[in-house]
């Protein structure tokens, strides 16, 4: 009989996991449930959608004969409860769905905070494509508007708002911006950016309530007593794994769904991957979280490969992000940061957990102006990079933090105050690569 296949989740984990599966087993059924009605779309892009530079079409990354092609079979709705040991879910409308192999690709949700007045018209989030029309239609009166949070959606609004005209404040309840992740000089590029652009920061600010008139967003008061009158509240506090299926299953959880190093779960024939998947990272010894688009597909593909009866291993690569902040183009590989940032309550979308591992590392760095590099150097080897403007060396620094090049000939060189850090990694992956692909 033909493999019964249910993917849950419409995002870029369960659409590779249908893809790669389909490629494997041409005869199987695949069924993929999906709570949006627009269905898969780059989540990513919502961040240039925002600002106008992608239009809504080209969130799209697949047509209808790509759709066709792979014979799926798509059905809008919510997986409510899963029971693993009678191989069956049960949808919101009370129908009952049985599976030999099913996958957990839930994704994760907005944290909003504990204070008053979340529940205004006028709050909004970034979660999907449906948030991201929301925010464009309450600009359409260029609206004052509040930000709160950090890492890259925080930004990603600050910016999408900038664009559409909005006068948007932006609230740190710390002292600079993605301290976590970013060191006190890129913090600095980015916020001195922001300034330029005519966004005020608000330092050591947290919100107390959001304020309401008749049901509206009016302003915000925060702790210390001052209000700024609004329109438009956004929240960016970081995302929370959608664990309730797997829960409610009694699966194996801590921060995310625990899977093995195939990505099945505790239970029989349920794997998880994306942003709900929790998994070991060999690079830190620990299971866990990354939100990002690329690993959410790399782990989609060896879940649909395990599905389909070819047991294989999933071997978590350097997280690694391209990203924009405040314009800037900048690239984060590796291990770069260290603890947790006041502005998130946990990890936040585009970011990955092994970024802040408190590497046992010495840091060399050049900045000029706008354009900045930032390495961790370990005894023998790059252990993370952070690249800013000038974008000529993140592909090599990836490759050679992937491949954990022994670096040993140029460290101490590398270390030294007035190194040129851009010409002796230019060099040594020259002779690097040369002797790589001798190899």
Known sequence: MAQRHLIAGTGAAGIAAAETIRGLDPDS??????????????????????????????????TKQDFDRLCLRRLQGRVVALRPESHEVTLDDGRRLPYDRLLLATGSLAAMP??????????????DLADANQILRRCRRRPEAVVVGGGITALEIVEGLRARHAHTHYFLRGERYWGNVLDETESH?????????????HYNTEMAEIVGRRGRVAGVLTQDGHRIDCELVAIAIGVRPRMELAEGAGLA????????????????????????????????????????WGV??????????????????YRKS??????????????????????????????????????RQLPDALVAQNAFDVNRLRLLVAESRLMGAVVMGDQTLSLPLYR?????????????????????????????WSDWKEHHAAA
Not at 29 to 54: C, F, H, K, N
Not at 402 to 425: F, K, V
């Open 29 to 62: 059924d695949i069924l993929v449930v999906g709570e949006e009605p627009q269905g898969y779309y780059s989540r990513p892009g919502l961040a240039y959608y925002l600002t106008g530079e992608v239009p809504e079409r080209l969130l799209f990354p697949f």
């Open 114 to 127: 504990p204070v008053p007045g979340v529940e205004l018209e006028g709050v909004v989030k970034l979660d």
């Open 189 to 201: 590029i980015v916020e001195q950016r922001l300034r330029q652009e005519g966004v005020p920061l």
């Open 253 to 292: 959880t801590e921060r995310g769904i625990l899977v093995d190093e195939t990505l099945q779960t505790s239970a029989p024939d349920v794997f998880a991957a994306g942003d709900v998947a929790q998994v070991f990272d060999p690079l830190s010894g620990r299971s866990v979280l990354d939100t990002l």
């Open 296 to 313: 959410a597909v790399a782990q989609g593909r060896v879940a649909g490969r395990n599905m389909a009866g070819q047991v294989t291993a």
């Open 318 to 355: 350097v997280p690694c992000n391209v990203t924009r902040l405040a314009g800037l183009t900048t690239t984060i590989i590796g291990t770069v940061g260290q603890g947790r940032d006041k502005d998130l309550i946990g990890i936040a979308r585009g970011d990955s957990e092994t970024w």
């Open 400 to 428: 050679l933090i992937a491949h954990q090049a022994d670096i040993t000939p140029i460290r101490e060189q590398l270390l030294q105050p007035s190194a040129h850090l851009g010409d002796l990694i230019a060099d040594f």
